[in-house]
């Protein structure tokens, strides 16, 4: 028996996803969105944290009501499994068999306390692929580190890197980490499926999502490695494009504030910039480095009196890069992304409709889209226990008043 | 793993990650630069010790074969297509049009080669209104909606200070790749993967792209932590020789952290042992039913800050293991290159250069073992220009005396 297979390249693959919060949930996202069928496990006590933290429907907090749960698990059939519950275990295991795939995201060593980790599961699965997901990975003196990618970020060196030279560090957006990581583990596990495919050979992924973040940081670390300067946070300074920075534009009525990112990244892109600004055109970088502060100056007295619109307009047609800073309801009205359809409407059981991204490349000839929306908690557990597993209703009763369920 | 497949890499500095992340897993990458070296050559940092030579450059090129190739000659367009004879991937990041010029749009080359999975990295995407905007790191980050959400609420928003929207965007593009390669098991044909950097930006934001879409409230910058409805809640404490990253707040999802650096606290005697009553997990709700006392958390974190602004970093990080805190330091590039996790992992590839010289990058992205054994990874540096010319081109049935006329034509 089965679950409704998806369609697209990837259908009769078989994840089991017990990870939780954003780096190992995003993974399984993008596999559902090729077809794959996509079981997210989760705990019926320890609620996932993406199911707890912001942008909530009309922003009132629950856990059936955040967009972060809904985006990164859209396309997934939901089961809560207690794992400390041996009944639960067992549960597990008979879907290991029926899974390719595995990821999971517990502190190192959780799931060898259960004799779920990946030795043991090979055992019941040779040719298993699975992909363990955490901060700092699976082995070293500090792979016990708890925490979320904001953590993360701390470690990686994205929180140090991102601020003003005068101040401490501001930090990214949230759980930075969360956000290389998934592309790499992605990338292997459809490695490590073609291999398996060829060759019958199993394979183990030991990600340690820091080490992802750090290939984005390459550079400065091979820098410093090799008798190099160690990189310091510099605001939006860039020595190779001067001006490069945020200016404020004329607000409108319903904004608080308003801004344009500007870079010019050649002489030719300095010329046009400064024929509009009113500023001396033939300065070269290494001047317009010296006069920073007054260059700057200027730009900001230009875009202080236009809107950020017009501005990243008036910009763009002279070739200079720029782009007004998008908030989130400009960014549900740009005509780029709605072009090529980010956004997707999807029905929700509990607020009719919600929004989730799309995939995220547009192919030819087998574009991915969300199957389904993401499951309510413990949706689909009647299904797969019975359908899938084909539990009897006893079983099933007896597997609910052990506590495996809920 | 990927081993049986060839990837002809056509990127600048814009698209190069992505043909780096498939050489790790086991293909054949060759880097294919105009005869005046790519102009990712071009990009910071440069070698302290070799004034000129890109760091970038060799970062992401380092797993690759190099050659070179004048795609604005008839005859280079040629080679070209003989290259792609033997290839499964074409990865490009040239601004949308140039290839269109050149009369190698995805089109026409797959026409030619159906089985190519052609993969094309840009700011904005191929099509649309914007597919012919300048692109750039910042004004990626700031059209998929991070950049206003990140920074100090009191000055301008903020980006990372090394770039990094095209990594995202080349890091996607590999995923999309290997997509297509299964989609290729299924049809026997290759297609068009088309990735937009603003998009990679839009899902960096921790779903926060979607507020408005959802009736939520825009999310607002906040130096150091977040802000929540207007007000400021710090995620980051002062210590001894710099800062960490401190999270402590009652709830269901975090609280019992919250009860382990009471437990740390006490022990220290920093707080009266009476705390240890109190559970952070139950406090918000206990506190909305006014049944806990309001000054009490604020208490808990100002004798938190008291506590860890006199130790380390590292001592700070000894004690968050031991106690289980949600509490990390902030590191430095400096504490990078030192870092003992780091070293234990192997992290650190010493590579031998083309001339001869040994030098330290990071990597591998990801631990892999396959069939039980250690995935082996490749120390190949990064290509010199045109390096593996005659090579690569003998490899595809170009003689000596072709070689010669391509070079003599400055065709290579």
New interface residues.
């Given amino acids: 028996m089965t679950l409704p297979e998806g369609t697209g390249p990837l259908a009769g693959v078989n994840v089991l996803d017990l990870s939780w919060i954003v780096a190992g949930p995003t993974v399984g996202r993008a596999l559902t969105d090729y077809g794959a069928t996509v079981i997210r496990v989760e705990s019926p006590s320890r609620v996932d944290t993406a199911r707890v933290v912001a942008p909530f429907h009309a922003d009132e907090p629950g856990v059936e009501n955040s967009g972060l749960y809904v985006n990164v698990n859209a396309g997934k059939w939901g089961l809560t499994l207690d794992l400390r519950i041996s009944e639960a275990q067992e549960i597990f295991r008979r879907l290991v068999v029926w899974a390719d795939i595995v990821c999971e995201s517990f502190t190192a060593g959780v799931l060898s306390r259960w004799q779920l980790d990946e030795p043991n599961l090979r055992r019941l699965k040779p040719d298993l692929i699975m992909l363990s997901s955490t901060l700092l990975g699976q082995t070293g003196p500090y792979n016990q580190v708890s925490g979320f990618g904001s953590q993360g970020a701390g470690m990686a060196g994205v929180q140090d890197l991102t601020g003003w030279a005068d101040r401490p560090p501001a930090g990214p957006y949230g759980p930075y980490t969360d956000y290389p990581a998934p592309r790499f583990s992605l990338t292997a596990l459809l490695a490590a499926l073609d291999h398996r495919n060829r060759t019958g050979e199993g394979v183990f992924i030991d990600q340690a999502q820091a080490e992802g973040t750090l290939q984005l940081l390459a550079p400065a670390l091979i820098n410093v490695k090799n008798g190099g300067p160690a990189l310091e946070r510099r605001g939006n300074d860039d020595p190779q494009m001067t001006p490069h920075g945020v200016f404020p534009c004329r607000r409108t009525s319903d904004r608080s504030e308003s801004w344009v990112a500007i870079a010019v990244a050649s002489d030719e892109q300095w010329r046009a910039l400064a024929e509009v600004i009113g500023a001396n055109p033939s300065l070269t970088i290494g001047e317009r480095r010296e006069q920073q502060a007054a260059i700057e100056a200027t730009i900001s007295n230009w875009t202080a009196q236009r809107s950020a619109a017009d501005a990243e307009e008036a910009l763009q047609a002279l070739g200079v890069s720029a782009h007004r800073l998008s908030n989130t309801e400009d960014a549900a009205n740009d005509p780029q992304l709605a072009h090529r359809g980010h956004f997707h409407r999807l029905p929700h059981t509990l607020h009719g409709e919600t929004t989730v991204e799309g995939p995220r490349y547009l192919h030819s000839e087998t574009p991915g889209r969300p199957q389904r929306p993401a499951p309510l908690y413990g949706e689909h557990n009647r299904q797969i226990l019975s359908e899938l597993l084909g539990l009897s209703d006893e079983e099933i009763e007896h597997l609910a008043a052990s506590g495996a369920l809920s | 793993?990927?081993s049986?497949y060839r990837v002809i890499d056509l990127t600048d500095e814009r698209g190069v990650?992505a043909g780096q992340?498939?050489a790790d897993?086991?293909a054949d990458v060759i880097q294919v630069e105009p005869p005046s070296g790519s102009s990712g050559r071009g990009?910071?940092?440069f070698?302290?010790?070799r004034p000129g030579e890109s760091?970038?450059w060799?970062?992401?090129t380092r797993g690759k074969r190099g050659v070179t190739c004048d795609l604005e000659q008839p005859r280079g367009r040629d080679l070209l297509f003989r290259l792609l004879e033997s290839a499964d991937f074409l990865f490009e990041s040239s601004d949308v049009g140039r290839m269109a010029a050149l009369g190698l749009d995805?089109e026409s080359v797959r026409e030619r080669f159906p089985q190519l999975i052609y993969v094309s990295i840009s700011a904005?995407?191929q099509?649309?209104?914007?597919?012919h905007?300048?692109?750039?790191?910042?004004?990626?980050?700031?059209?998929?909606?991070?950049?206003?959400?990140?920074?100090?609420d009191d000055?301008?928003?903020?980006?990372?200070?090394?770039?990094?929207a095209w990594?995202?965007a080349a890091?996607?593009?590999?995923?999309?790749a290997?997509?297509?390669?299964?989609?290729r098991?299924?049809?026997g044909?290759g297609?068009?993967?088309?990735?937009?950097a603003?998009?990679?930006a839009?899902?960096?934001?921790?779903?926060?792209?979607?507020?408005?879409?959802?009736?939520?409230?825009?999310?607002e910058?906040f130096?150091?932590?977040i802000k929540?409805r207007g007000q400021g809640l710090r995620?980051?404490a002062?210590v001894a020789d710099?800062?960490?990253?401190l999270?402590m707040a009652p709830?269901?999802?975090?609280g019992h952290?919250a009860n382990h650096a009471v437990r740390w606290l006490v022990d220290i005697g920093a707080i009266d042992a009476g705390m240890l009553d109190e559970d952070m997990v139950t406090y918000a709700d206990r506190l909305a039913a006014g049944q806990a006392n309001p000054e009490l958390f604020p208490r808990l974190q100002e004798n938190m800050r008291a506590a860890v602004a006199s130790r380390t970093k590292q001592e700070m990080?000894d004690i968050?293991?031991a106690y289980?805190?949600?509490?990390?330091?902030?590191?430095?590039?400096?504490?990078?290159?030192e870092s003992?996790?780091?070293e234990?992992?192997g992290?650190?590839r010493d590579i031998e250069h083309a001339d001869g010289r040994i030098?330290?990058?990071?990597?591998?992205?990801?631990?892999?073992?396959?069939?039980g054994e250690p995935f082996g990874y490749s120390h190949r540096p990064p290509p010199t220009l045109g390096q593996h010319n005659a090579e690569i081109y003998a490899e595809i049935g170009v003689d000596a005396n072709e070689l010669e006329q391509l070079n003599e034509a400055g065709t290579i």
């Fill in positions: 793993m990927l049986p990650l992340m498939l897993l086991g990009v910071a940092p070698f302290a010790d760091i970038y060799a970062a992401y995805e904005f995407g099509t649309g209104p914007k597919a905007y300048a692109g750039s790191d910042l004004a990626i980050w700031a059209a998929g909606t991070p950049l206003l959400m990140t920074g100090d000055r301008a928003p903020l980006r990372v200070s090394q770039p990094q990594g995202h890091a996607d593009a590999a995923g999309g290997m997509l297509a390669l299964h989609a098991h299924q049809s044909r297609q068009h993967v088309d990735v937009s603003q998009v990679s839009a899902q960096s934001t921790l779903a926060q792209v979607l507020a408005y879409q959802l009736g939520a409230s825009e999310p910058r130096g150091g932590g929540v995620g980051t002062d710099g800062y960490i990253v999270l709830g269901p999802a975090v952290f990080l968050s293991i289980d805190l949600l509490l990390v330091p902030v590191l430095t590039v400096a504490d990078l290159a003992p996790q780091l234990h992992r992290f650190w030098v330290t990058y990071p990597g591998p992205p990801l631990q892999i073992f396959v069939g």
